[in-house]
């Protein structure tokens, strides 16, 4: 049999939630880690992102208004060392849910935004993970530099700006930062995905 006959016979007996389950949502947030307003939308779409992992490709990316690949920040030396410290928290190997409870729960305490410790980890290789990543011969600053380049991408006037399927639109940031159960269902929809239940229920 043909590679691509047995490619062909595998897609007609998979069930079509399988095959829906191919495609995501990619999603990227641009924030900065001591903005009360990415504080305010993490903390909103934390409970969503729960309900709606399966569906979407996520993206943390925290660099927002800084500069000089993340030297000057809008908030001050405090956030470029936050935006550090989560940046090395993004590549480690913690799951993307795992991130964003991390992200979420850092920001949220305000000091621990700069500091490397156990609050919001539960695994000690994780921490000596971020603190090599920190250390003289760490990577922060080629992943500030990195962040610092998606950032440039898009031309957004408000933090934390939202994008979709790598597509920003200045006129839909107040929906997607207001409305973000909808905003997010409305674009898993136009991806090409199944509405989910979670979306077609009443729950906020």
Known sequence: MS??????????V???????AQKRL????????????SVDYLTSFLPIFKELNGYINLNLVPYGK????GKFCQHG?????????????????MSQLEKLIYVTCQMTNDKFVTE???NC??????????TECMGKYGN???????????????EFSQIPAIIYNDRFNESLQDEATEEVKKSICIAIIETGMEEPTYCSNGTP
């Open 3 to 12: 590679m691509l006959l047995f490619l062909l016979l595998v897609w007609q």
């Open 14 to 20: 998979l069930p079509p939630g399988c095959v829906w």
């Open 26 to 37: 990619n999603m990227t947030v641009l924030y900065e880690s001591l903005c009360m307003d």
């Open 66 to 69: 800084a500069s000089e690949g």
């Open 77 to 93: 030396p405090r956030e470029c060392k936050g935006n550090s410290i989560q940046d090395c928290a993004l590549h480690t190997s």
């Open 116 to 118: 490397i410790d156990t």
């Open 121 to 130: 980890i539960n695994s000690s290789d994780t921490k000596q993970s971020i």
């Open 140 to 154: 922060r600053k080629i992943y500030q530099r990195q962040s610092g380049r998606i950032t440039s991408m898009y």
